[in-house]
């Protein structure tokens, strides 16, 4: 696997949180704790493993601008721009939602994650926007 290989790596990661991400709030809704449990640290996981290799494809390949200069631009920054901000801001709620589920705090876990999840769903689906504005278009 080269660098090259990267964003469509990227995008699957992606995909595999949001399915994980779903399915996960599903579970919890039906009042099935442990596949919530399961779904959801998989979704960190797979997660974490699109940071990772994020990290490693900008480090090798810099940042890749966006190739068009048509009507499809300002959508592409549209989705972008909320997609890195929110990405950077999760990080830190996404791992005291996952502590205090944990140490079996669901009060302040269920505080945090009525508003998280809904923003780490939208970041693994803009990322795959991102994606496919990127390279498929």
Do not use: D
Request: with cysteine; charged share 10%.
């Amino acid at each position: 696997m080269t660098a090259s290989n990267l964003p469509t790596l990227n995008a699957i990661l992606n995909g595999c949180s949001l399915i994980l991400l779903i399915i996960g709030f599903i579970y919890i809704k039906r009042g099935n704790r442990t596949a919530h449990k399961r779904l959801m640290l998989l979704a960190l996981v797979s997660s974490a493993l699109f940071l990772t290799s994020y990290l490693i494809y900008h480090a090798e390949a810099g940042s890749t601008p966006y190739p068009y200069h048509n009507w499809t631009r300002p959508i592409y920054f549209a989705v972008l721009i909320p997609h890195v901000t929110l990405a950077a801001i999760m990080v830190p709620f996404i791992l005291a939602a996952v502590y205090y589920a944990l140490k079996q705090k669901f009060i302040k876990h269920t505080r945090i994650t009525r508003w998280l999840w809904p923003v780490w769903v939208f970041v693994s689906l803009s990322g795959i926007i991102v994606y496919f504005m990127l390279y498929h278009l």
